[in-house]
Structures are given as C-alpha cells and as structure tokens.
C-alpha cells in the first residue's frame, strides 16, 4: 500500500488527527521552532539536543500520545542522540522568555491561518479587540527534587498570567513567573507592555490596580475590570443610574474618580450589577470599572464583563483534555514551559475548530474531548504508517493561506455528529455517604424490586 492510500484511509476514519498533524507541522516546524529559541535564549545553547526536538517530546506528552517525557524518549532515543539525562537536563533549562516567545510567536502564524480559513467567531466587541487574562498557578508537583524529599509540603512550580484572543480562541500571551507564591499583580507591569490601541482588557479584581488602569489609559486604549475593594484610591461622584437588566442581576451606574499617586484625578464609569443569586465568594453585586466611550452601554460592558470565564473554560478544558501540568516536572522553568506547550496545543485545537466553523456553519461546535481524544487515540499509529518526511514536505513551508485552504478540504466530509459537544444539563445532587458502617447492596436485587413497583404501579 502506498503512502498516499494510507493517508486516504487516515483522512476518512481519522480526518481531525490529520488536520492536527498538518497543523503541528506547519506551526511547529523544526525551522520555525528554533528560530523561536534563536530569539529569545540567553544562556542555553542548542549544542547536540535541538530545541525542536525537545519541544516534540513535550508536545507528545501534554497531547497525551505519549504518558511521560521518558516515554516520549524511549519512543526515539536513537534518532535522539543523547541520554534521557540530557533531556531532562534541556527541560530544567529553558528560560521563561523562550517558552513565552513559543507561545506568542506560534500563536500569531496561527492567527493568520485562521483568519484565512474565515473560521473566526463573532467579535464581542465590532472594532476592538478584546483581550480577556486572567492567571493559572499550576498545581503542586512530585517531591522529586533534593531539598524537597523530607519536607511534608506541596511544591509549587510557578504560574502564569495567560491572555486569550476570544475571537478566535487563542492564547495570544503567557507570561511564566517561577515564584508559585507571588500573584498575578507582580505580572502586571510585563503586561502592560504589550497594551495596544483599540484594545479592550478584560480581567477580574486581581488586575484591578491604579498603575495599572491608568496605564491602559495612558495608552489610550480600554478595560473591563473587576473593582478590588482595597487597592484604588477613589471616590464616587454624581448620581446612581439605573440602567437595565442582564441575566444574572440588575445593572447601574455612576461615575468614579480614581487617583494616581500624585492626586490627580481621572473619572471612569463603575458598572453595578446586584446579582439575583450571590457569587461562590457570597458577593450580593459586583463593581466592574470601565473607560469606554458612552456609546458602549453599561448593559453591554456588564455581559463583555460575563465573557471573562471563556478564559476560565480554556483552563478548564485544559487540564480536562490535555497534560498541561505534569508533576513530575518539578523544576519550575521545565513545568512552565509544559504548561506553555498545553497553550500552544490547545491553540492547534482551535484552528482545525476555526476550519470546521468555516466549512459547516457555526453549528460546527465541536468538543475538545472528543477532539483530543481522537488525536490520543490515532496519533501514534499514524506516525507509525506514515513517515515524518511526508509531512515535512507537505506542510511544513506552507503558507498561512495554503494551510488554510487545505484545512477546509480535510474539514468538508467530516461527520460533524462525532465530535459535537453534548447539551450541558444540571446535574442531580448524590446523596453524601460515610464509610462508617456502609453495607453492601446487591444491584440486581435493587433494579428486580424497581421493576416491580413499576409493574404494580400500571
């Protein structure tokens, strides 16, 4: 059978793993890659272990097609070349501007494509660009390390405020910081560097700071904050309007001064939503702080405020879907950048959805379970069948616009009804159980007595 038949059989019974595998050539080519760690290394070397190959490896882990970074070794160490050691050692090593230049830089070749696809959903906002953040501190790992062996602690390696495009579903920006105790705040100056004209920031109250508000303003572009009780210095002014209701509460504003540390004053507008049921954290109404024009209303900024937790389902579906945080990645600048791979991986899930968008309508709302889970399941039989030089020559040069053309073909007969998400229903509360003197049951006993009753009952 030849290489072509082969991929025609892979294309019919496995359309999303080829889309994934042509992605992740063209996004992750060895050239573009190590051009990436060129930029923004400043210590480590490629010497005999490359970047690229380093970042294959992780990307087969945090996809699951591989269970460990050892494994993933195993699976080439002859073509490889050095000890797993030295794998290990090139992971512990990479500096944060590396694993934020991977994300940033794969994450703009991916914005292109997708717009070539005219996969891209619905502005939130028609002639800004929204960007919502919000940070991730990854969870404790193994207490593999030395000095961390005969501590009875939970090592944290860090955590990382993450920017997410939600037009197109991308994580655009993430900035790593290795300190697991230190908050998001300590990212915010780093952050603000990259605020740019016509932008719209969306963040909770963690990002609500003077130098920060009044820095997006000095830009002169906007956000959408959650006011944090304790860390501006302001003062109400004028009259409380109420203006309408959302979904979840009833909403009002008024305008605020805030100061800077010299006492000068700006005025913004303070959204007021009374929630019709309390926050997790029992808040009866929430503040957000905006400085857009009055022809955004303060209805639409309370809902653009809404569209914040997009950023927390990406985590969500994250750790759900794929091995961002692997705690057997101790050192902290190895487990962010496994964590920074995830973004990455997560953003290649987002172009062939922006493909399926674009060829199937907006019904085309497919499910990253089942997305990754045909990418798990099919990966490394694929690699198996069909050798890298294929893909090399087929996609790695391609452009933006060729990638995306291509995209839509594989999409075209895909069988939309095996990756569609299913309806989200609240789910009955369990009854709680103690393992204090909790017999057995029979489960045939149990559904024989139920068939009766309903017997009876007709």
Same mark, same amino acid.
């Given at each position: 059978?030849?290489?072509?038949?082969?991929?025609?059989?892979? *294309?019919?019974?496995?359309?999303?793993?080829?889309?994934?595998?042509?992605?992740?050539?063209?996004?992750?080519?060895?050239? /573009?890659? *190590?051009?990436?760690?060129?930029?923004?290394?400043? /210590?480590?070397?490629? #010497?005999?272990?490359?970047?690229?190959?380093?970042?294959?490896?992780?990307?087969?882990?945090?996809? =699951?097609?591989?269970?460990?970074?050892?494994?993933?070794?195993?699976?080439?160490?002859?073509?490889?070349?050095?000890?797993?050691?030295?794998?290990?050692?090139?992971?512990? %090593?990479?500096?944060?501007?590396?694993?934020?230049?991977?994300?940033?830089?794969?994450?703009?070749?991916?914005?292109?494509?997708?717009?070539?696809?005219? %996969?891209?959903?619905?502005?939130?906002?028609?002639?800004?660009?929204?960007?919502?953040?919000?940070?991730?501190?990854?969870?404790?790992?193994?207490?593999?390390?030395?000095?961390?062996?005969?501590?009875?602690?939970?090592?944290?390696?860090?955590?990382?405020?993450?920017?997410?495009?939600?037009?197109?579903?991308?994580?655009?920006?993430?900035?790593?910081?290795?300190?697991?105790?230190?908050?998001? /705040?300590?990212?915010?100056?780093?952050?603000? *560097?990259?605020?740019?004209?016509?932008?719209?920031?969306?963040?909770? =109250?963690?990002?609500?700071?003077?130098?920060?508000?009044?820095?997006?303003?000095? =830009?002169?572009?906007?956000?959408?904050?959650?006011?944090? #009780?304790?860390?501006?210095?302001?003062?109400?002014?004028?009259? &409380?309007?109420?203006?309408?209701?959302? *979904?979840? %509460?009833?909403?009002?504003?008024?305008?605020?001064?805030?100061?800077?540390?010299? #006492?000068?004053? +700006?005025?913004?507008?303070?959204?007021?939503?009374?929630?019709?049921?309390?926050? =997790?954290?029992?808040?009866?109404?929430?503040?957000?702080?905006?400085?857009?024009?009055?022809?955004?209303?303060?209805? &639409?900024?309370?809902?653009?405020?809404?569209?914040?937790?997009?950023?927390?389902?990406?985590?969500?579906?994250?750790?759900?879907?794929?091995?961002?945080?692997?705690?057997?990645?101790?050192?902290?600048?190895?487990?962010?950048?496994?964590?920074?791979?995830?973004?990455?991986?997560?953003?290649?899930?987002?172009?062939?959805?922006?493909?399926? +968008?674009?060829?199937?309508?907006?019904?085309?709302?497919?499910?990253?379970?089942?997305?990754?889970?045909?990418?798990?399941?099919?990966?490394? %039989?694929?690699?198996?069948?069909?050798?890298?030089?294929?893909?090399?020559?087929?996609?790695?040069?391609?452009?933006?616009?060729?990638?995306?053309?291509?995209?839509?073909?594989?999409?075209?007969?895909?069988?939309?009804? +095996?990756?569609?998400?299913?309806?989200?229903?609240? &789910?009955?509360?369990?009854?709680?159980?103690?393992?204090?003197?909790?017999?057995?049951?029979?489960?045939?006993?149990?559904?024989?007595?139920?068939?009766?009753?309903?017997?009876?009952?007709?």
């Amino acid at each position: 059978m030849s290489v072509k038949q082969i991929i025609d059989r892979f *294309e019919k019974k496995s359309p999303v793993c080829v889309m994934v595998r042509a992605a992740l050539e063209n996004v992750f080519s060895a050239d /573009r890659l *190590e051009a990436v760690f060129d930029r923004h290394a400043r /210590r480590q070397c490629s #010497g005999e272990l490359m970047f690229s190959t380093v970042a294959g490896m992780m990307a087969a882990v945090v996809c =699951r097609i591989q269970p460990s970074i050892n494994a993933a070794y195993r699976e080439d160490a002859e073509e490889i070349g050095v000890t797993v050691k030295a794998v290990y050692d090139k992971l512990r %090593g990479i500096e944060l501007d590396v694993s934020r230049g991977m994300v940033r830089e794969t994450a703009s070749h991916m914005a292109t494509i997708i717009d070539k696809t005219q %996969g891209g959903m619905a502005p939130l906002l028609p002639g800004y660009r929204v960007k919502i953040v919000d940070g991730n501190h990854l969870r404790r790992t193994d207490r593999r390390i030395k000095e961390l062996r005969e501590m009875n602690a939970a090592p944290l390696p860090g955590h990382a405020a993450v920017v997410l495009d939600p037009e197109r579903m991308l994580a655009i920006d993430a900035i790593p910081c290795e300190d697991g105790h230190a908050g998001e /705040r300590t990212l915010l100056p780093a952050l603000l *560097e990259t605020v740019a004209r016509r932008d719209v920031w969306i963040a909770d =109250r963690n990002f609500c700071t003077t130098d920060y508000l009044l820095g997006i303003v000095a =830009r002169r572009t906007y956000f959408v904050i959650r006011q944090h #009780g304790s860390s501006l210095r302001c003062k109400l002014v004028g009259r &409380k309007k109420r203006i309408g209701r959302i *979904e979840t %509460g009833t909403v009002y504003e008024q305008p605020l001064e805030i100061f800077d540390p010299d #006492g000068k004053s +700006r005025t913004i507008r303070r959204i007021t939503v009374q929630l019709h049921q309390p926050t =997790r954290d029992g808040d009866d109404e929430i503040h957000v702080l905006t400085n857009l024009p009055k022809k955004i209303t303060a209805l &639409k900024i309370a809902e653009l405020y809404r569209d914040r937790w997009t950023l927390e389902t990406v985590f969500q579906e994250m750790a759900e879907n794929l091995q961002g945080e692997i705690n057997t990645l101790g050192y902290p600048k190895a487990a962010l950048f496994g964590f920074c791979m995830a973004l990455v991986s997560f953003n290649i899930l987002s172009v062939v959805k922006a493909a399926l +968008r674009a060829v199937h309508g907006d019904q085309a709302d497919a499910s990253t379970y089942y997305l990754a889970d045909e990418v798990a399941g099919t990966y490394r %039989g694929m690699m198996i069948a069909v050798p890298d030089s294929y893909w090399t020559k087929h996609y790695a040069d391609l452009s933006a616009t060729s990638m995306a053309r291509h995209l839509r073909e594989l999409a075209k007969p895909i069988n939309l009804s +095996r990756y569609r998400k299913n309806p989200w229903k609240p &789910k009955k509360p369990k009854a709680k159980m103690t393992k204090y003197r909790r017999p057995h049951v029979s489960t045939a006993k149990l559904l024989k007595q139920r068939n009766q009753q309903t017997t009876e009952n007709h």
